[in-house]
């Protein structure tokens, strides 16, 4: 049966959970009676990436999503298996429909399927629009403009919740090979079952989520700016005080339940009031820093944008072999796996590694060192440990983790090489051993012949291998273009900066 007499709009929800400021969803209503879909495509929903906590705080959103639509006469569908037959069975149905989703940056597995699906569209007539939800630009030429795009976006007002046209969906839809019953019709469990996932085995950053996250999400919203915003800037480096000053509305940003716009009006609202208020320096030094972060966000997602293969490629191909990125040898295996565990012998480090097991969240400062750690000391391909920890981050977000893991690794070329010293930072940001005695009890005291390996020597012989890649001229060519697609365009004088030619001035190019 075909259904041709009414405008179809085919919604492709992916990370955009939401009714407020969804481009796509705003113009998908405008445009036809709107059917929302939600695509179980191996190539979205079973990368090794991708981890329980995930899959059960989107389905949370989904969920939450779903629900809300109902009172719009809007369903939303779980199409299961193949993206494309499902495609395919909405235009024999639909005969003619309008694809509407935003843009997405994400892990290459999601950029395969959207050539797919790209493809698909091209070769069947059917139009696609793609619409931005951040400050990530698609196709952008060079990163001069970048910037002042940002200030741009940042500056048009949020979308309303749409208005939606009268809904009436064909009935052959539900419960056929392709697509679910509506999701808002699923007992949660049953959602879950159906989606693959053990309502019976979640981990605990799964069981800890709560069951009404925009209520979470506007409690924390409100919490951070008007009360726990004030030390930001200075507590966000310390595991113990970070999880209280920083905002914790990653995982929202990540799912597309809060769009960077709508955060960034009301840090400017909260920024305004501070003025109008008696001036608290702190607090408002805080909010700057917090709102550099915003823009940070956008920058780094830009840079898997124009370069999707940084999930798998050293950004500065000369480091390309410099590690292991093959099978593991018994050594790193072994390395490897007590990272993972928990069980390196240096407080710090296991500590953080079962808070961010058992939380899925951890402080940036803290996700570096862990990273570097791996990296350097253990001297792992960065590949590696970076699945592992993608699989933690609750807030996981493939176009920031993917450049930063490269940048804690010193294979971007643009970047001074950081090697974090987990005993300093121990020292610095725990001085009291409250957040390691915590969270690193079995392991508590450690004696020198529980560390699996030697700092000094490691950190040494990192730094040694890293920087000995540096020394060509060939590799200094090739971070010149690396600067030119990806670094910075923070100071006025970079058409200056990136002419630059020495190892010691190329490494100041990009201090993000």
């Avoid at 075909?2 to 209503?29: C, G, P, Q, T």
């Avoid at 993206?83 to 509407?100: A, M, N």
């Avoid at 920087?467 to 690396?482: E, I, N, P, Q």
């Amino acid at each position: 049966m075909m259904i041709a007499a009414k405008k179809i709009s085919i919604m492709w929800f992916k990370k955009d959970l939401r009714l407020y400021d969804n481009e796509a969803l705003s113009s998908a209503a405008a445009n036809g009676f709107t059917v929302g879909l939600f695509s179980l495509d191996n190539l979205r929903w079973n990368t090794s990436d991708l981890s329980t906590r995930h899959k059960v705080l989107l389905l949370k959103g989904l969920y939450e999503l779903a629900k809300r639509l109902t009172g719009y006469r809007v369903p939303i569908y779980l199409a299961r298996g193949n993206f494309i037959d499902t495609l395919t069975r909405l235009k024999q149905e639909f005969e003619e429909f309008t694809l509407y989703s935003h843009q997405e940056t994400g892990n290459y597995s999601s950029y395969l399927l959207d050539n797919k699906v790209r493809k698909w569209c091209k070769s069947n007539h059917i139009l696609w629009e793609e619409k931005r939800q951040n400050n990530v630009i698609r196709g952008l030429k060079q990163r001069d403009v970048w910037s002042r795009k940002w200030k741009e976006f940042m500056g048009k007002e949020c979308l309303k919740i749409p208005v939606f046209q009268s809904n009436v969906c064909n009935p052959q839809m539900k419960n056929n090979q392709f697509l679910s019953p509506e999701v808002h019709d699923f007992e949660w469990n049953g959602l879950l079952k159906f989606c693959g996932v053990d309502h019976l085995a979640l981990d605990s950053a799964s069981k800890s989520l709560p069951n009404n996250l925009n209520e979470t999400m506007k409690r924390l919203l409100t919490s951070f700016f008007q009360e726990r915003s004030v030390n930001y800037r200075t507590e966000m480096s310390s595991p113990l005080k970070a999880e209280y000053s920083c905002s914790r509305l990653s995982p929202f940003l990540t799912s597309g339940m809060l769009s960077i716009r709508a955060l960034h009006k009301e840090l400017l609202s909260a920024s305004e009031e501070l003025k109008s208020k008696e001036f608290n320096a702190t607090k408002f030094s805080s909010l700057r820093s917090f709102e550099k972060r915003l823009h940070w966000r956008c920058h780094f997602i830009q840079k898997l944008e124009f370069e999707p293969q940084l999930e798998f490629r050293c950004m500065h191909v000369n480091y390309e072999h410099v590690r292991n990125q093959n099978k593991l040898n018994a050594q790193e295996e072994e390395f490897l796996n007590l990272w993972k565990e928990g069980k390196t012998g240096f407080p710090l480090i296991d500590a953080c590694m079962n808070y961010l097991k058992t939380t899925g969240w951890i402080n940036f400062r803290m996700r570096a060192m862990l990273v570097s750690f791996a990296s350097n000391n253990l001297w792992l391909h960065w590949t590696h440990s970076g699945e592992h920890l993608a699989r933690l981050f609750l807030d996981y977000e493939p176009g920031i983790h993917w450049p930063q893991i490269q940048m804690q690794s010193g294979t971007t070329g643009i970047n001074t090489i950081r090697i974090y010293n987990p005993e300093k930072q121990f020292i610095d940001q725990d001085p009291d051993q409250i957040f390691t005695r915590k969270w690193n009890p079995n392991g508590w005291p450690h004696s020198e012949f529980d560390k699996i390996v030697d700092l000094k020597k490691s950190s040494q012989g990192a730094r040694e291998k890293l920087w000995a890649m540096r020394k060509s001229k060939k590799f200094v060519d090739l971070a010149k273009k690396v600067y030119l697609d990806h670094g910075s365009r923070k100071r006025k004088n970079f058409k200056q900066k990136s002419q630059l030619v020495s190892n010691s001035q190329l490494e100041l190019l990009d201090k993000q």
